[in-house]
Every structure is written in C-alpha cells, then in structure tokens.
C-alpha cells in the first residue's frame, strides 16, 4: 500500500507525542490509536500503517539480542551493557541467550546493527576464502 506524504507526516506527529523524556511510552501510544480509531480521519489506515511501522523500529533499535556460546557471568553481562549503552545509549533492552552453535565468542544485534565475533562466522569466512 503507497502511503501518502500527509499520512506520513501524520504518523511521526502522532509518533512524536506518543515519548516522555525521548522513551516510547506504551499508555499514550495506546490512547493515540484509540483516538485515530474514534475519530478516522482521512488516510486513517495509512497513518495507522506507517504509525505501526515507526514504533516497530524504535522498539528494534532500543533491543540488544545478545548470543554467547556459553553462558556469560555477572562481569561479562556488566561488561557488555557498559559497552553497548556507549554506543547506543542507557535506554536499552537486553535479551542474553546461549547458542552453543556459534562454538566461541559472541553475536550482538541492535536494530540492524550486527557484531559478529563468533567462532562459527570466522570458521565460514575462512571457509569461503578457499
């Protein structure tokens, strides 16, 4: 479906009012789509559309999926939060699993940022250099 520019606009308004203090905040987002859906206005579907996608990525960029071959201690964990809340800031919501798959090191996704240390990536690259 082609979203209009009007209905874009809309969306990242109605996406803007929807923070307190720069934090997406679920109650106010709940009461502006009530409200769109009370009131439908033109293109109310479209800004509904582009609405859902505008908050579907800012809860992407504010989510660190965190994969380890072996289950990471108290300092590793701390160790890592330190690093990405530099790069990404405080706001952050971690999820740490274990992959033994990955054989050694980490992968780290933040939004569409991938860090990829793993020994199972090096092991496909040299892999692939030959």
Do not use: W
């Not at 990242?12 to 307190?20: A, D």
């Not at 905040?25 to 769109?36: G, I, W, Y």
């Not at 790069?87 to 274990?98: A, H």
């Amino acid at each position: 479906m082609k979203i209009s520019r009007q209905a874009q606009r809309e969306a990242k308004q109605l996406f803007q009012t929807c923070h307190i203090d720069g934090k997406l905040n679920d109650d106010r987002t709940r009461e502006a789509v009530k409200l769109l859906l009370e009131k439908k206005p033109r293109d109310f579907v479209a800004i509904l559309s582009h609405l859902h996608r505008l908050i579907k990525l800012d809860v992407q960029r504010r989510t660190a999926d965190v994969q380890s071959a072996i289950e990471l201690n108290d300092n590793q964990l701390t160790e890592v939060r330190e690093s990405l809340s530099k790069i990404y800031g405080n706001n952050l919501n971690y999820t740490f699993t274990k992959n033994p798959e990955l054989l050694g090191g980490m992968r780290v996704k933040v939004g569409s940022d991938v860090f990829d240390g793993s020994v199972l990536t090096r092991l496909s690259n040299l892999e692939e250099s030959f």
